[in-house]
């Protein structure tokens, strides 16, 4: 037995639970508190909140132009400092400039509404500085941590993050009895900086003067060298991910422009609920596997890694596909607010794109740690336009749901074509891997089962969610047993 590789494989099972803990954490506090907070305020009430945290996270993706990618990848401590001092001027300058483009656009419309002028005027300053509190939160100081490989310290500064914002707006009500969307909106930024102060915080143990000295005092010339040795990210990575982002959010935008705007506020509580949880934990197993990447690269074991990650990956999909199909509906009616119900009925329409997305999703960096970003860009740009004709076509019949439905269907084929591109890249195949995570076929066969005894024998919606519970309470169990098969194993 190779005592190097067990210790490495030990390492690496401590950084992906610790990652995906902080990751959960951020947002099962969200869940958890969210039962009260639908019974504080109505779809309505919650829409603009929404829109606000759809521009946000939109631009928060990009603005940055995606150089702190390089972060975790560069070998060079100079070019590592360069690389974020330029990643966070350009998350100052693209603030400002949303900034100026919400005070112009204020300041020369004419606005049929006393209300709506008030909403966009608090939103002048909310979205930009938003923009700079989660840029930092989410990718800069995030891209700088696993540099340094400090995994315990994003989920300590993420669950403290998920806790703050999901319980201070009760707070301010139950205490205060204020509610407005301004108080969603406070608390979600006091939650970032908060967190922030964390990340720093516990940062600055390892900080030396040199450092802070590397940091501040630069030369124009260095970083010149910087923007123009790593120009993909701003010209491929970062539209590709701004692309990626919009095409998330892209059903809120037409759901707010065509639609009744409670609508919006049920996508957006489905993909708080389900979406982005499941997501956050695909991306933080991507992380892993991009922060590993330069390294098996060099070690001629990419493929192999490629291999188990797809694996867990799989093991973690296929369940969560059969419980949001055959059981959303039923949890939603009893976790939420009957004014929120419609929402179970959104995860189900998605579930299969969500299925394949948090597949082939955190597999998606392959193509730019081979550098190839402009791959991902061209995928990108044409998801995009398919995702908003699908949804026009919604429009054109007057139907939302028919509009998510070939939604759901055109993001399904489209990633699981991809998926099959980008897997060539390292002389692997969907069919191979896709046979090698069939070795659990049974307890597929036996989870798929489970569910639908749930499905047709359970008489209410609590009884749904009582089963429901336990059932993922085996799927945790196996999920570990899972994770040490592929990742303790010995070759």
């Not at 190779?2 to 959960?24: C, P």
């Not at 949303?98 to 006393?114: E, R, T």
């Not at 500064?157 to 707006?169: D, M, N, Q, W």
């Not at 084929?413 to 076929?441: C, E, G, H, T, V």
Request: hydrophobic share 50%; aromatic share 20%.
């Amino acid at each position: 037995m190779d005592k190097n590789k067990v210790n490495k494989n030990n390492s690496f099972i401590s950084q992906l639970f610790t990652l995906v803990g902080g990751s959960l954490g951020t947002y099962l506090f969200p869940i958890i508190f969210s039962p009260i907070l639908t019974r504080i305020y109505t779809p309505e009430e919650f829409s603009v909140y929404t829109i606000y945290m759809t521009i946000s996270q939109i631009i928060a993706m990009i603005a940055a132009f995606k150089y702190e990618l390089g972060i975790p990848l560069v070998s060079s401590s100079k070019e590592r400092y360069a690389l974020l001092r330029v990643s966070i001027l350009n998350t100052i300058f693209v603030s400002f400039f949303v900034f100026l483009f919400f005070y112009i656009y204020n300041y020369f419309l004419d606005f049929n509404s006393s209300s709506s002028l008030e909403y966009l005027n608090d939103l002048t300053y909310l979205v930009p500085s938003a923009i700079i509190l989660m840029s930092l939160f989410y990718h800069i100081l995030y891209n700088w941590l696993l540099y340094k490989k400090r995994f315990s310290y994003i989920s300590i500064s993420k669950i403290v993050f998920g806790f703050l914002y999901a319980t201070l707006p009760i707070f301010i009500f139950k205490i205060y009895g204020l509610k407005d969307y301004r108080y969603l909106i406070y608390s979600h930024q006091i939650a970032l900086i908060i967190g922030l102060f964390i990340m720093i915080v516990l940062l600055f143990k390892y900080i030396k003067l040199r450092n802070i000295s590397s940091l501040i005092t630069f030369k124009f010339n260095d970083m010149a060298f910087v923007l123009k040795k790593y120009r993909k990210y701003p010209f491929f990575s970062s539209p590709s991910q701004l692309i990626n982002t919009l095409g998330i959010w892209l059903p809120v935008i037409v759901i707010w422009n065509y639609f009744d705007v409670k609508y919006a506020s049920l996508y957006f509580l489905s993909h708080r609920a389900v979406n982005m949880p499941v997501m956050l934990l695909g991306h933080s197993i991507g992380k892993i596997f991009y922060s590993e990447a330069a390294s098996n690269l060099n070690k001629g074991v990419f493929a192999n890694s490629i291999s188990r990650y797809f694996n867990v990956l799989f093991h973690i999909a296929f369940p969560f596909l059969c419980i949001c199909v055959f059981l959303a509906p039923d949890i939603f009616n009893v976790i939420f607010s009957l004014d929120w119900s419609q929402s179970g009925n959104i995860v189900q329409i998605l579930a299969p794109s969500l299925f394949i997305i948090f597949i082939a999703s955190p597999l998606s960096t392959i193509p730019t740690i081979y550098y190839k970003q402009e791959i991902d860009f061209k995928f990108n740009v044409l998801m995009l336009i398919g995702r908003l004709l699908v949804l026009m076509i919604g429009v054109y019949a007057n139907d939302l749901f028919l509009g998510l439905l070939l939604y759901s269907c055109l993001s399904f084929l489209s990633w699981l074509f991809y998926l099959m591109y980008i897997l060539k890249l390292s002389n692997l195949s969907m069919k191979l891997l896709l046979q090698q995570s069939m070795n659990n076929r049974y307890e597929y066969l036996a989870v798929l089962c489970m569910t639908l005894a749930i499905y047709f024998f359970s008489n209410t919606p609590i009884c749904t969610l009582i089963c429901t519970c336990i059932l993922l309470t085996y799927l945790m169990y196996s999920f570990i047993l899972v994770i040490r098969f592929n990742f303790y194993q010995i070759d």
